[in-house]
């Protein structure tokens, strides 16, 4: 069987690890001269995502057979609207390292790999299908989900990013909604070590020329006066497809419109749909039915992104008290319900008029 897959991201490299353990061996193309991320950054995942399993990790570890190990745990979480202040406590889920530290997810993923990465090749994807039995498209956006299948744009957002130097508690992260300079986004702090900490602007419906200074005015209002190294700026869209495999072609990662749309946590369901599209592969198992529940949920995170886009800072004030409720923390971090489910009984009570 010949298999190409496009792209050496954290994708890319899930599924040709994949492959490689069913005893196929694959051709990888990745753009640039090196995989993954060029900028160094924190990465979360938290364990209200991911209901019901209680450990994300060790679902990817023991279901999908891949092991990734994060930074540290995060155990508390301080988020700040504009008026309001709320933290919470527990096991809530994993700091990872991106880019190109030895540690981080795709180094770790590339690390145990055999699979040849052909560097500085652009590939065409039409070519490969061409010339290949399956082409696996891992490429991190949207570009040819949009030739092959109808879509929906959800949100997009530009973002900026640095390393933070100073002192900071490996385990605690923050989280801040203003709309100043977030919009409908947010910033947020994610420690690296007990001296680096990663600090990302994820600003909605911005201009490229408008990042600077929304990201200027978030380190004033949110008081970081760190020293900010390695600073880096992307765009990340959220948005769905309506088909994941067209012939012999499967989209997984942001690739098939697995990023979800609200927070844009899109580590774990890459992870997954580069392993289930392996299996349905090699399997000859049905790839859509297999990633029914991820696209789902992403569909449900549209929902809310859709009503996210519409709050004011008073609506951030009110969404904290909610979930700085003594009961309703109980209920979301320690009952372990599926929360994402709740979320629509949730956005109407945010949603009521405000006066
Ligand atoms: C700043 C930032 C913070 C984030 N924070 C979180 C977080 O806290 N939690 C979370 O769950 N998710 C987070 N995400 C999202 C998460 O990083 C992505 O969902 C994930 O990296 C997507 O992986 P991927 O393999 O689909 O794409 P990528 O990691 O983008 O990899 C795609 C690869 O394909 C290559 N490529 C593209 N086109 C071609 C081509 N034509 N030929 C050859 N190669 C090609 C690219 O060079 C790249 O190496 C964050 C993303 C960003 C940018």
Known sequence: MKVAIIGAGISGLACAYTFE???????????????????????????????????????????LRIPVVPLNKIKKIIIKSLNKKTSIEGDLGYILERGQGQQSVENQLAGKINSKINFNINADYRQLAASYDYVVVATGNSMIAKQL?????????????????????INTVYVWFNTMYARSGFGYLVPLSRNKASIILVSTYT????????????LYQEKLNYEIIETFE????????????IGNIYLIG??????????????????????????AIVKGENYEQKIGKIVDKVNKMADFRRVMDNMRDKDYDRFLSIIGNPIIKTLIYKANLDVINYLHTFIKILKKPSE
């Open 21 to 63: 353990k069913m005893g196929i061996s694959c051709d990888i193309y990745e753009r640039k001269h090196t995989i993954g991320n060029l900028f160094s950054f924190g990465e979360l995942i938290l364990q209200v995502m991911h209901r019901p399993y209680k450990d994300p990790l060790s679902f990817l570890k023991s279901q």
């Open 207 to 218: 201009q490229k020329e408008e990042i600077e200074n929304m990201w200027h005015t978030f």
């Open 149 to 169: 299948t109808e879509y929906a744009d959800i949100v997009s957002s530009r973002i900026k990013g640095g390393i933070a130097i100073g002192e900071f508690d």
């Open 254 to 279: 942001n690739a098939g419109g697995f990023l979800e749309p609200c927070f844009g946590f899109g580590l774990v369901n890459s992870l997954e749909t580069g392993v289930y599209s392996a299996q």
């Open 234 to 245: 992307t765009e990340m869209d959220g948005w769905i497809a309506k088909e994941h495999k």
